[in-house]
């Protein structure tokens, strides 16, 4: 194991900052910055993977910014979809395993049941869509591979939503907060060790990571006050009135029962975003 040559892609991002550690402790890991490794230069995905010859490649890299793959979906498409096709065929060349991360906005948001690995997806805005065609990618073009799907990430600095909502307080500006959209915030330091777990090992196919329990955004805006002791109001909106470029699924919890049968488990997103909050002083 220690000999395993691991490439991992989205090292400076969120989750990659909280993985990394734990990648490196199995192997000889490698995270390329843009200047080595763009997914819009498709020649520096060839170079790199051909360079490194992993033996497994843990791709979180994306453009995860929701409405500007939504303005943009050209941009979008050449960075999530082709690039990540360009990184399939790079490992299926090395004889690499694949491991992709996704995301709960592959699913149509109709369901009001966890969805579950097998149920179809039919995103409704063009970052899921990139995503979608990205995880058809990685599941045809490399036999060994695995895409695992998770939901609303924080961690760290930021930005992210926890962030966001702090920011806002200490400003003094007033929340107003979308409460028609159901998912399960999953803090990346509950997330990193199953996922490491679960690329180092060899399962294939698709699997769900995220939080135990699910939450509006509205009602997960309010347990960050109540969890920080502050009074501040705190308004429900709908997905209409916020005005996002890109609609939002309304339910997008995952199921977690297939991810628990191989010993994966997540604690509730109440847990995580306590963790975070004591991290984060
Ligand atoms: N955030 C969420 O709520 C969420 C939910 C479910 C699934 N996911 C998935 O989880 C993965 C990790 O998400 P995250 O929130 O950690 O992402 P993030 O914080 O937005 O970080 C994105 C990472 O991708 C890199 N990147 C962006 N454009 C690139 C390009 N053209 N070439 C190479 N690298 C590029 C960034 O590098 P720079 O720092 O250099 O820009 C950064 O390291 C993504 O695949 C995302 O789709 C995220």
Redesign the pocket.
């Known amino acids: 194991m220690s000999g395993r040559r691991i490439l991992l ?9 909280t993985i990394a550690p734990l990648l490196s402790s199995e192997g000889r890991l490698e995270s390329p ?2 200047e080595r ?5 498709v020649e520096t995905i060839h170079e790199t993977v051909a360079a490194v010859r992993p033996d497994l490649v843990v ?7 929701v409405d500007v793959c939504e303005t943009e979906p050209a941009e979008a498409y ?3 979809t082709l ?1 990540t096709i360009h990184l399939a065929e790079a490992c299926r060349r090395a004889g690499a395993r694949l491991v ?6 592959v699913f149509d948001g109709k369901s009001r049941e966890p969805y579950r690995e097998h149920q179809p997806t039919a995103p409704c805005n063009r ?1 899921g869509r990139s ?1 979608e065609e990205a995880e058809r990618a990685c599941r045809t073009i490399v036999a060994d591979s695995l895409v695992v ?6 961690g760290g600095p930021g ?2 939503f926890v962030a966001s909502i702090r920011r806002a307080v200490r400003e003094g500006r007033p929340l107003r907060v979308v409460d028609d959209q159901i998912q399960s915030p ?1 803090w ?1 330091g509950h997330l990193a060790p199953p996922l490491a777990r679960a690329a180092l090992g060899d399962l294939h196919g698709i699997l769900h990571l ?1 939080a135990e329990g699910e939450c509006s955004w509205f009602a997960f805006a309010r347990a960050i006050l109540e969890e920080e002791g502050i009074e501040a109001e705190c308004t429900p909106i709908s997905s209409r009135a916020s005005g996002r470029a890109a609609p939002r699924p309304a339910y997008s919890v995952l199921d977690g029962e297939l991810a628990l049968s191989f010993g994966l488990e997540l604690p509730d997103w109440r847990e995580g975003l306590r963790r975070h909050l004591e991290e984060t002083g």
Do not use: C, I, Q, W
Request: net charge positive; charged share 20%; no cysteine.
């Open positions: 892609t989205g090292a400076s991002g969120l989750l990659g900052r910055g843009l490794f763009d997914l819009k230069r791709h979180l890299a994306a453009e995860t910014r050449r960075v999530n690039g992709m991360m996704s995301t709960d906005y970052y995503k799907r998770s939901s609303s990430l924080f930005p992210h999953t990346v995220s």
